[in-house]
């Protein structure tokens, strides 16, 4: 059964939650303050949390920083309630990985909505590669487009860019697309021949490669075909990248 977390220190309010996705046949854990709700993350590994930005405790902000430093947590989706609806605390929260954002007070579908579309945005993110251990540059991957998800050659990624518990994959066609992936697990997944880590949170495909110059220190400054900016490769990576070109 899907576990989800909340985190909210008014009971009455979380008690409405509890009933209204207990409803969905969801198994509900709930914490009143910040630190029982990060015991209870940390231990019952929550399939999603929906939390609270104003606690009597620490705020949400500072329990979603805490989480995406965990490697338990850190794709968990979630999902932050408030009362502000204030454009800079929308941005605080997206900054830090949140998925999703409800000002209150929303209607109780809104709410099931959000769970139901983050779940399931997860449950494909984490299939987003396939079974196999190493893919190949004629494999194809799932990859979001607009309201659905679109299917790319492995080939025609040209490179891929961490942000936080993100990456941005830059395709040949110009299109640029947020995953919800860690660099490590595209790392572990994409086929060596072709792809490299030039930076611990960049990954290129050789192929696109078109010119490579020297820069400060050892390092090296790249440029790729359907990229428009050049990237550098730190001095750890050079080795490798003259390795491999």
């Known amino acids: 059964m899907t576990k989800i977390l909340i985190i909210e220190d008014d009971k009455n309010y979380c008690e409405n939650i509890k009933i209204l996705l207990e409803e969905e046949d969801y198994e509900v854990l ?6 029982d709700g990060l015991d209870i993350a940390r231990s019952l590994k929550p399939d999603l949390i929906i939390c609270d930005v104003m606690l009597p405790d620490i ?19 979630f999902i932050f309630l408030t009362a502000k609806a204030e454009m800079n605390d929308l941005r605080t929260g997206m900054n830090l990985g949140a998925d999703d954002y409800l000002t209150k007070p929303y209607h109780s579908h809104e709410l099931l909505q959000a769970v139901k579309m983050r779940l399931q945005k997860s449950q494909i993110e984490k299939n987003i590669i396939n079974d196999k251990n190493k893919l190949e540059t004629d494999d194809f991957i799932f990859l ?36 919800r992936r860690l660099l490590k697990q595209w790392e572990e997944s994409l086929p060596d021949k072709y792809f490299l880590r030039i930076h611990k949170s960049c990954i290129i495909n050789l192929k696109f490669i078109k010119k ?11 440029f790729l075909s359907n990229y428009d900016q050049p990237l550098i490769v730190s001095r750890r990576y050079a ?5 491999n070109s």
């Open 30 to 35: 709930f914490a009143l303050n910040g630190f």
């Open 59 to 77: 705020s949400g902000y500072q329990i979603l920083e805490e989480l995406r430093k965990r490697e338990t947590t850190k794709l968990t989706p």
């Open 144 to 179: 979001p487009a607009k309201n659905n998800y679109e299917v790319f050659p492995v080939e025609n990624i040209v490179c891929i860019l961490a942000e936080r518990v993100y990456s941005n994959v830059f395709c040949k066609d110009g299109k640029k697309i947020l995953v």
């Open 212 to 222: 490579v110059d020297k820069w400060f220190n050892g390092s090296l400054k790249i």
């Open 239 to 243: 080795a490798k990248l003259k390795k």
